[in-house]
T-cell receptor, first 113, second 111 residues
Framework: NAGVTQTPKFQVLKTGQSMTLQCAQDMNHEYMSWYRQDPGMGLRLIHYSVGAGITDQGEVPNGYNVSRSTTEDFPLRLLSAAPSQTSVYFC????????????FGPGTRLTVT | EDQVTQSPEALRLQEGESSSLNCSYTVSGLRGLFWYRQDPGKGPEFLFTLYSAGEEKEKERLKATLTKKESFLHITAPKPEDSATYLCAVQTLGDFNKFYFGSGTKLNVKP
């Protein structure tokens, strides 16, 4: 049981480049979410999903897209990276949003130059 | 607007010196309050969930309590391995799908 996995662990992008952060879980969790963590600001919700084919916006969705084609995977896409997107990104999953116990992945540190 | 505030931002303790971390919240209706521990370079790890005022949860040297406006994480006789950042988060009745995190308290326990 690997839990929540994220790839890559580190990434450097140039302004305007696109990329996809990968997130997968093997616990058959319905709920998956993406957060960004910036110094002094805590974790902020970007997007979330309550099941395959269902996604919705969190607090800070601008500049990010998500999709959920399977229960296991929840990729986060940056279409045109900006320096303001430099952050540490965490994926988290839970059995459901009602029965909450968020399991977090190890994070992806992204730098946009 | 839903808000979660943690204090202090940083706390340095001597080994064995007990203290408390604070998480105050302003939400339209509280569904649950969660405490997490985060080690450097890692994702947050779940510690406790509290659902109603007066509720308490304990795990080893940690004890979490909840009132209608705030939660405390009490650390009794801490050890250096308790050094980490402690995060609290709230889930509101208005939207079960969203969780609001505080900015955390960085705890450093010196031997």
């Amino acid at each position: 049981n690997a839990g929540v996995t994220q790839t890559p662990k580190f990434q450097v992008l140039k302004t305007g480049q696109s990329m996809t952060l990968q997130c997968a879980q093997d616990m058959n969790h319905e709920y998956m979410s993406w957060y960004r963590q910036d110094p002094g600001m805590g974790l902020r919700l970007i997007h979330y999903s309550v099941g395959a084919g269902i996604t919705d916006q969190g607090e800070v969705p601008n500049g990010y897209n998500v999709s959920r084609s399977t229960t296991e995977d929840f990729p986060l896409r940056l279409l045109s990276a900006a320096p303001s997107q430099t952050s540490v990104y965490f994926c988290a999953s839970s059995v459901s949003s009602d029965r909450v116990l968020l399991y977090f992945g190890p994070g992806t540190r992204l730098t946009v130059t | 607007e839903d808000q979660v505030t943690q204090s202090p931002e940083a706390l340095r303790l001597q080994e064995g010196e007990s203290s408390s971390l604070n998480c105050s919240y302003t939400v339209s209706g509280l569904r649950g309050l969660f405490w997490y521990r985060q080690d450097p370079g890692k994702g947050p790890e779940f510690l406790f969930t509290l659902y109603s005022a007066g509720e308490e949860k304990e795990k080893e040297r940690l004890k979490a309590t909840l009132t209608k406006k705030e939660s405390f994480l009490h650390i009794t006789a801490p050890k250096p391995e308790d050094s980490a950042t402690y995060l609290c988060a709230v889930q509101t009745l208005g939207d079960f799908n969203k969780f609001y995190f505080g900015s955390g308290t960085k705890l450093n326990v010196k031997p």
